[in-house]
């Protein structure tokens, strides 16, 4: 399975960038599809996550509303749409995918980066002051 993520880019701080990330490869049964990034210097975190048939979305706190994760399971595709892009947004994004269940007594089980089986190689956002 690969993963391959595009739409990064530079954008001046209160832009807009949307993420796209498509699995290819052998078929595989995505329980979930997720968002990371790091910045330079810090661990990868969490960003945003959803589930592939429920659409059940997760986002991490710092979002704040800016972000919208969705997906297409036609074209095996997930987005980030990112809006009032902010200078601490500026990392490498990392899209990833999931064929495990999620525990029934663990709610957060998708916003960590152990639940996640493949990932794809990241691309750049840089937000300027």
């Known amino acids: 399975v690969q993963l391959q993520a595009y739409g990064g880019g530079l954008v001046q701080a209160g832009g807009s960038l949307r993420l796209s990330c498509a699995a290819a490869?052998?078929?595989?049964?995505?329980?979930?599809m997720g968002w990371f990034r790091q910045a330079p210097g810090k661990e990868r975190g969490f960003v945003s996550a959803?589930?592939?048939?429920?659409?059940?979305?997760y986002y991490a706190d710092f979002v704040k509303g800016r972000f919208t994760i969705s997906r297409d399971n036609a074209k095996n595709t997930v987005y980030l749409q990112m809006n009032s892009l902010e200078p601490e947004d500026t990392a490498v994004y990392y899209c990833?995918?999931?064929?495990?269940?999620?525990?029934?007594?663990?709610?957060?089980?998708?916003?960590?980066?152990?639940?996640?089986?493949?990932w794809g190689q990241g691309t750049q956002v840089t937000v300027s002051s």
């Open positions: 990833a995918a999931s064929g495990r269940g999620r525990p029934l007594n663990d709610n957060y089980f998708y916003t960590r980066g152990a639940a996640y089986d493949y």
């Open positions: 490869g052998r078929t595989f049964n995505k329980n979930a």
């Open positions: 959803v589930t592939w048939i429920s659409d059940r979305t």
